[in-house]
Nanobody
Framework: VQLQASGGGLVQAGGSLRLSCAAS????????MGWFRQAPGKEREVVGG????????YYADSVKGRFTISRDNAKNTVYLQMNSLKPEDTANYYC????????????????WGQGTLVTGLQ
């Protein structure tokens, strides 16, 4: 399983950015894709996730109402649309899959992509 995250960059506070996570190596129907982030000097934390089959989404309270997760089954790609960005959203963002257990616990995920850096400017 390979996950390729992309789309990070610099963005002004209040702006928007869309991250992508392209998955390959297996069929992901029935799987769950999670998004996490890690700010400098802080622990990695959950952002949210999506059930690949049903499309059901889950979000951390800190991003609820601002971030939206979606997927394109044909492209085997999951997206993280980030709106109303704040400087505190600055972090490396990671996608992960192969979950066993709670969606919000990073240790429950077996496969990780490399991070893509999002910097929210003041």
């Amino acid at each position: 399983v390979q996950l390729q995250a992309s789309g990070g960059g610099l963005v002004q506070a209040g702006g928007s950015l869309r991250l992508s996570c392209a998955a390959s190596g297996r069929t992901f129907s029935g799987y769950f894709m999670g998004w996490f982030r890690q700010a400098p000097g802080k622990e990695r934390e959950v952002v949210g996730g999506i059930n690949w089959s049903s499309g059901s989404t889950y979000y951390a309270d800190s991003v609820k109402g601002r971030f939206t997760i979606s997927r394109d089954n044909a492209k085997n790609t999951v997206y993280l649309q980030m709106n109303s960005l704040k400087p505190e959203d600055t972090a490396n963002y990671y996608c992960a899959t192969g979950r066993r257990g709670s969606w919000y616990r990073m240790e429950n995920y077996a496969y990780w992509g490399q991070g893509t850096l999002v910097t929210g400017l003041q």
